[in-house]
């Protein structure tokens, strides 16, 4: 290698404040807003990154993971003796199925595709399926491959602009299915093709949902690829409110609800920006539109509706590292009416994280065990939780240390 080239933190041996300063600046954090986000000043992180300052405890280091979503602490840290995988969890075992069915050309001959109604019916099933069981990476796994050829298929054999059309729209929500099992899978490429491939279906099948629910994920994807994409995320969730807003005054439930997510989405990304007021406007305006759907409504793919408003308030504060307004918002959202399985796991991660960074740890690691009971698939593959668990592993009180040492081992990070 060249001695100009830039050093790789996952494959040479690097100090602490090297392995920081590259793993920064592939994210696109300057040394201030990663000082800012941690409470500290950008002369703190380029101490740390000359070597001025030592390599920092474990606390400070959990939290520069976090900011920096690096895929597992040894990258940080260069401590290749243990491994943890944080906001890339390990592969599932299914993962490899699931891959060969997105990646396979379907010749369409061998055999007649399933109607569109059998497919739509399928995919209902697998969408009810993965929001009522614990283990839903594994359900949804086991159906992902079949219902993937099939959809696509059917496309294929589609024999006219009409059913092309309808056919384009359950394979691009199949490709939604999908992207919820790749996240924080050990194949970042593979996340990027499932999303892509689900945005061009959804625009071939010119159907307003399908491309609001694309686009929705399209953002997700961008925005945890790290602040370098917020732009793009951005870039995504402008243009698909540009074409949904107009619809809204006579569209379905299912419309409105994912403009609502994707009013949302933009909120999101502001507040991973700290840009605080946008933050709360567009979740202000995501809540005045959730109080027009119905009561009981409930979007199958984002979850959208009255009964997830205050679980996105959680998300906000906690992204704007808003301490007390976190625990606030956490103690005032209602987790127990959220139908998912999978997305009241991952409230209850966010309120974890709204009352540890309010200094309630005890709290915060009861309410990891709650998100363990709800869906023990989701919480083993997010790295916040890791991270609370593993900063509380070291701490001082024994009866704090013993819990997260035991939630620690049910979530791999620990052998038992």
């Known amino acids: ?40 000043s950008g002369s703190w992180v380029k101490a740390l990154e000359t070597g001025r300052l030592k390599t920092p405890k474990l606390d400070v280091i959990l939290r520069l993971a976090d900011v920096l979503r690096v895929r597992d602490l040894s990258d940080l840290t260069g401590d290749q003796s243990m491994h943890v995988p944080l906001f890339t969890g390990p592969g599932h075992p299914r993962l490899g199925a699931v891959k060969a069915a997105v990646d396979a050309l379907t010749p369409g001959a061998d055999r007649e595709a399933p109607s569109s109604e059998h497919l739509a019916a399928r995919l209902a099933q697998a969408w009810s399926a993965r929001h009522s069981s614990p283990k839903h990476r594994e359900v949804v796994g086991a159906l992902l491959p079949e219902l993937l050829r099939d959809a696509q298929l059917a496309v294929r054999q589609a024999n006219s602009a009409g059913d092309r059309r309808s056919t384009q729209a359950i394979l691009s929500e199949v490709y939604s299915l999908a992207q919820f099992f790749v996240a924080y899978q050990p194949d970042a490429a593979l996340l990027w093709r499932v999303a892509e491939r689900g945005m ?36 995504v969730t402008t243009q698909a409110l540009d074409y949904l807003r107009p619809l809204l005054p006579d569209a379905s439930d299912n419309v409105r609800a994912i403009t609502g997510a994707l009013v949302f989405e933009a909120g999101y990304t502001a507040a991973r ?26 979007h199958p793919v984002t979850s959208f509706g009255r009964t997830i408003i205050g679980a996105h308030a959680v998300t906000v504060a906690v992204e704007l590292h808003q301490g007390g307004e976190s625990a606030r918002q956490a103690a005032a959202s209602d987790s127990a009416a959220i139908p998912s399985r999978p997305r009241r796991a991952r409230h209850r991660i966010e309120q974890a994280r709204g009352y540890q960074l309010d200094g309630q740890p005890d709290v915060a690691l009861a309410t990891l065990a709650q998100a363990h009971e709800a869906a023990p698939e989701t919480i083993r593959y997010n790295g916040f939780a890791k991270i609370i668990v593993l900063e509380e592993v070291e701490s001082r009180a024994p009866v704090r240390r013993r819990r997260a040492s035991e939630l620690a081992v049910k979530l791999g990070l620990l052998a038992a």
């Open 200 to 235: 061009v279906a959804a625009q071939e099948s010119e159907d307003p949902h399908s491309i609001g629910v694309a686009a929705w994920l399209c953002a997700q994807a961008h925005r945890d690829a790290g602040p370098a994409h917020f732009d793009a995320a951005d870039m």
């Open 1 to 40: 290698m060249s001695s100009r080239a830039t050093p790789d933190p996952y494959a040479d041996p690097l100090a602490f404040g090297q392995r920081l300063q590259i793993l920064r600046t592939r994210r696109g954090v300057t040394r201030e807003q990663l000082g800012g986000l941690l409470g500290r």
């Open 273 to 298: 920006r700290a840009d605080t007021g946008t933050a709360w406007r567009h979740w202000d305006e995501a809540r005045r539109m959730a109080k027009r759907l119905p009561e009981n409504y409930f």
